[in-house]
């Protein structure tokens, strides 16, 4: 375009130094008022279309800034339930102390800790979620029918938390089966933290997860640069490439994604 720009304004040089020189006559004069006429015409509409370039590049900023906001909000929330976690299981171990080995002291502190930990777990991102869920299930079940004594379930709880905050500070890929279309497919998925989830299923389609009201929706993007650069990020995650700049299709609900 600024090619086109300088083209434009040499041609308009060219004429005006050869109006001095050639002293051309009538028909000469009007064909180089033409040309003049026709390249401010080009320049008008390469300046419109500068003008066009520079408000696109100031949208595409602005998008850009409320994604870089709401991503940190996202990551200020995860350090949140982070902490909570950490205060939880502080907790766990002063109650465990203070109940000592007196097992129906203990019972309804395990209870009342796993009840706490499936809230949090229902909240956070879908990563084998179900898989969680039941293995807190186990934990109570395990007790109540005597197989583990509560000091057991306790060790059990501890380890579940511990696992949580690994889960919210890695990046890696998984296995896992999530709902597509309403059916069951086994994909993998790209977790980064537990902030967002990105999956690839095994014919080569691409996608990522969003909250959707009070749950999460798993959904395929179409956009072949999206599927790109989904596909880089596993394909890094692979090469154990945990860390670096990733452009990533946006998997935040209160933001539209735009191609640009």
Known sequence: MFLKRYQAFGLIVGMLAGGVYAQPGGGELDTLAQRLIQARADVEELQSELDIQREEHKGKMAYLSAQITELEANQEREELRIRQLEQ???????????????ADSLQPVV????????SVVSQSIP??????????????TQMEAGVNTPQRSINR?????????????????YS????????????????????VLYFRTRDNRYGLARPLNDDWS??????????????????ALRKQIRQGYFELPNALPTLVSTEY
């Open 218 to 235: 798993w959904q395929v993007v179409n956009s072949a640069s999206q599927q790109e650069q989904i596909a880089a990020l596993f394909d």
């Open 127 to 140: 990563f084998k979620r179900q898989e969680r869920l039941a293995e807190l299930d186990e934990v109570v």
């Open 111 to 118: 209870l009342a800790v796993a009840d706490k930990l499936r």
């Open 157 to 173: 709880l501890w380890a579940f938390i511990e696992d949580e905050l690994r889960i919210s500070r890695e990046n890696a890929i």
């Open 88 to 102: 939880e299981l502080d907790k766990l171990r002063t109650d465990a102390q203070s109940a000592g080995v007196d």
């Open 176 to 195: 896992q089966t999530i709902q597509l279309s309403g059916q069951p497919v086994l994909v993998d998925v790209a977790k980064l933290g537990s902030v």
